[in-house]
């Protein structure tokens, strides 16, 4: 959770994902940039899009949203690069663009489940242009998506492993 102070002269970027409007602290944003395409992640996480490359290297691409009715995937993503630490990763942003914003996080939005399953909550609400952004921590919503991978890993490697036993006998 921010401390009080650091909400009231926090720099954001808003943007909207599904048609969903979230916020993240401005620390947290790398660039936003159009990927050429998504490779499909074989381990088939429902949150991970996919793959794009980035800086000669490789980007997992996320969705922390259920899409609205009507939204699709453009053919195209625009993706919202983000940075916890050393690691990089993006969210599918829709077009029609971000903003910057100072202040103006208002905590009384705080802890409503959001985004991942209702797994990352928010840490308040920025009202800009008449529409309540939910403010997300970057690096919370990146730890969620990472725990959901490796349960998905954990419990794909268990079925891999009975059904190779299963075969084993007569």
């Known amino acids: 959770m921010m401390p009080p102070e650091m909400a009231e002269t926090a720099a ?3 943007f909207r994902s599904d048609a969903e409007p979230l916020a ?3 620390g947290a944003v790398v660039e936003v940039v159009e990927a050429k395409a998504l490779a499909r992640w074989p381990a088939g996480v429902p949150r991970v899009l996919g793959l794009c490359s980035y800086r000669r290297g490789v ?6 949203t259920e899409p ?3 939204v699709e995937d453009g053919a195209t993503p625009l993706v919202l690069v983000l940075r916890k630490g050393v690691e990089a990763w993006g969210i599918r942003v829709d077009r029609g663009g971000t903003a910057v914003r100072r202040g103006g996080l208002d905590p009384a939005g705080a ?7 209702g797994r990352v909550r928010s840490i308040g609400m920025i009202e800009h242009e008449g529409a309540a ?6 690096a919370d919503a990146w730890e969620a998506i990472r725990a959901e ?5 954990r419990a794909a490697s268990t079925l891999s492993a009975s059904a190779a036993e299963d075969r084993g006998r007569p």
């Open 12 to 14: 954001w970027c808003l």
């Open 24 to 26: 993240v602290a401005l």
């Open 59 to 64: 980007l997992p691409v996320v969705r922390l």
């Open 68 to 70: 609205a009715p009507g």
């Open 111 to 117: 802890g409503r489940a959001s985004a991942v399953g």
């Open 133 to 138: 952004f939910l403010a997300v921590d970057a």
């Open 149 to 153: 991978v490796v349960a998905h890993d």
